[in-house]
């Protein structure tokens, strides 16, 4: 399972629905467990973006069908990075020339 960054800054349309954000990141959890993703949690947060939500997904490919869909919607731009715990960092470096 890789995890995943989604930061999010809401489009006119979703901000003008700002009420109805929690249930679409209901909606959202469901969406990424029915496809063997996890949210592991979101954020309302202040700054540059508007929610960060942090998810692991078994494969790159998974990821990135979830968060085309959520930007599908129309509520949100999406920036996604994939993150690397320590454990996988540590194993990355270790094999560097």
Not at 74 to 92: I, P, Q, S, W
Request: no cysteine; hydrophobic share 45%; proline share 3%.
């Amino acid at each position: 399972m890789g995890t995943y960054i989604l930061l999010s800054r809401w489009t006119a349309q979703g901000v003008s629905h700002v009420d109805a954000a929690p249930a679409r990141i209901d909606a959202i959890r469901r969406q990424f467990r029915a496809s063997g993703a996890e949210v592991k949690d979101a954020y309302l947060v202040m700054g540059r973006y508007d929610t960060v939500l942090i998810f692991d997904a078994p494969d790159d490919e998974t990821a990135t069908r979830l968060v085309l869909s959520i930007g599908k919607a129309g509520n949100v731009h999406t920036e996604t990075l994939r993150a690397f715990r320590e454990d996988e960092f540590k194993r990355l470096v270790a094999n560097l020339p």
